[in-house]
């Protein structure tokens, strides 16, 4: 076989040895001499340039040299060099994209996954953590926002407020947490005929939702509701996935000013917050469960619903402060009732 003239320095003298090169059967690029032979893969050519016009110096993988004259032969063997190089790095960057996309799609499935199960077992594990005086707090910052904003005091006769009182007193007797349970009424144009549970057990009935009630059993089946949220601390899960980064940040930094200013935006989230159709159902199957206990019908829950479903259907345009956005599926949930 006739290869290529060439001149070989190992890289370590500067003895020169006469050899001949040529593309080998497999593509690799042979070195014979009187005292050596060698292949390299084509791609393990680094670089190779030309000294002056003539001679092409051409660097081998391990340090070692190659010095050819410029020939038409030496040129395809270069070309294919160059060819394998460009194929080797499209290779590379085919398969690094590869890596790119699935790690991207790793991260977007992560994220949602954190998102989706993640932020709520958290929220909900954190929520049962927190101690009692810190829900006290958020509470008790929520209801000072509500009352400047939203709510004026109650016009409520102060008899019937004692007696839905009593009441309330007789749903909760037998709960292992009745002394977090509170309620407070309030006036309220703004969010109409409502009921919602506070983090610190705080229940809030307004006096349109009093006025909306036909019986003392509709406004106790409300407030089981509404228990059942207190109970599985809902409003505070449903706060923390809402706000769950400033949240993280809170707990990793242990900064208590971004928690101070979480407490802040509370009344916002919990205002327009939608409690997710879980939270609903176990605050449903929590009422229903209680209802069954102090012998009060379903059917006044479905009917109270109703009424409240049409109240708010009529007089808000406004989403944000309407009952049924933070209760959706209402049409399900009467019927679960019935
Ligand atoms: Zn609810």
Known sequence: MSGISANYYDGQSSKRHA??????ANGMLSIHGDSLSACYPLDEITMAYRIGKRVRMIKLSDGASLEAETTPELDAILDQTKQHKHQGLVHRLESKLKYIVMALLLTIAFAFGFLTW?????????????????????????????????????????TRQAAIEKRFQALISGLDERDRYELLFRDSEKMGANAFALPSGSIV???QFIALAENEKEIDSVLAHEIGHVHFRHSLRGAIQSSSAAVL???????????SSFAATLPTLLVNMNYSRQFETEADNYAKQLMK??????????????????????ADDDDSLNFLSSHPSTKERIKSFQ
């Open 19 to 24: 050899v001949s090169i040529q593309l080998d």
């Open 118 to 158: 993640g932020v709520p077992a958290l929220a909900k594990s954190v929520a049962f953590s927190l101690p009692v005086e810190t829900q006290d707090y958020l509470g008790e910052g929520t209801m000072e926002v509500f009352d400047e904003y939203f709510m004026q005091p109650s016009k409520l006769d102060k």
């Open 249 to 259: 940040i809170a707990l990793m930094t242990g900064d208590v000013a971004s928690m």
């Open 293 to 314: 206990e102090k012998g009060i019908e379903f059917y006044h829950f479905a009917r109270i619903l109703t009424r409240l479903t049409a109240s708010h259907d009529v």
């Open 205 to 207: 009935l307004t006096d």
